[in-house]
């Protein structure tokens, strides 16, 4: 099984200021005959199922605000959210559906400072 | 609009069996690939188990393999989850999501608790 990790646990930060997410996976989830990361985020907040934000690493989702931003490639990626507004207090998830079982990261926690 | 509606859920003692329903609408069911994903209180999101689009081929995790089968009704644009042999650890909100090739859909929820 693929394992992601996600780093930090948890950060605090200032509404209008940048939070930064980072995401690990234990092997590639880069597929070479596309050229695509099989890498999506959501975010989840308390009581309501999960929302997409973003897929193939770095595509924003419908509807999502051009603040949110995914980046990376291989094994290595971050979500950036790049003015902090108070509705985005959340928890955020990294998940590769690169090869079954999907799986996720622990989840980072993003509240204001 | 895509909607996915769980039902089902409820508390089970241990040992007990509960089958959960998925009804979709706004798409053209039978051409997805569905997935079961489950959160235990205050836990992250765990995957449990992947359908294809005809039934003909599911997988499961380690951790629910011969206890629970997913199935689907094409005709009844309906996914299911059959869960037997209950235990304690399986508490958890069950959510089905729609996988496009990432799960870009995911219904509200059914708590299932499992507990004597």
């Known amino acids: 099984d693929i394992v992601m990790t996600q780093s930090p646990d948890s950060l605090a930060v200032s509404l209008g200021e940048r939070a930064t997410i980072n995401c690990k996976s234990s092997?590639?989830?880069?597929?070479?005959?596309?050229?695509?990361?099989?890498l999506a985020w959501f975010q989840q907040k308390p009581g309501q199922p999960p929302k997409l934000l973003i897929y193939?690493?770095?595509t924003r989702g419908s509807g999502v605000p051009d603040r949110f931003s995914g980046s990376g490639s291989g094994t290595d990626f971050s979500l950036t959210i790049s003015s902090l507004q108070a509705e985005d207090v959340a928890v955020y998830y990294c998940?590769?559906?690169?090869?079954?079982?999907?799986?996720f990261g622990p989840g980072t926690k993003v509240d204001i400072k | 609009e895509v909607q996915l509606v769980e039902s089902g859920g409820g508390l089970v003692q241990p040992g007990g069996s509960l089958r959960l329903s998925c009804v979709a609408s706004g798409f053209t069911f039978s051409t997805y690939w569905m997935h079961w994903i489950r959160q235990a209180p205050g836990e992250g999101l765990v995957w449990v188990s992947r359908i294809d689009s005809d039934g003909s081929s599911a997988i499961y995790a380690d951790s629910v393999k011969g206890r629970f089968t997913i199935s689907r009704d094409n005709a009844k644009n309906t996914l299911y989850l059959q869960m037997n042999s209950l235990r304690a650890e399986d508490t958890a909100v069950y959510y089905c999501?729609?996988?496009?090739?990432?799960?870009?859909?995911w219904g509200q929820g059914a708590l299932v608790a499992v507990s004597s």
């Open positions: 999501t729609r996988q496009g090739p990432y799960l870009d859909y």
């Open positions: 092997q590639s989830v880069l597929y070479n005959s596309n050229n695509k990361n099989y």
């Open positions: 998940q590769q559906y690169y090869d079954t079982p999907f799986t």
């Open positions: 193939w690493a770095s």
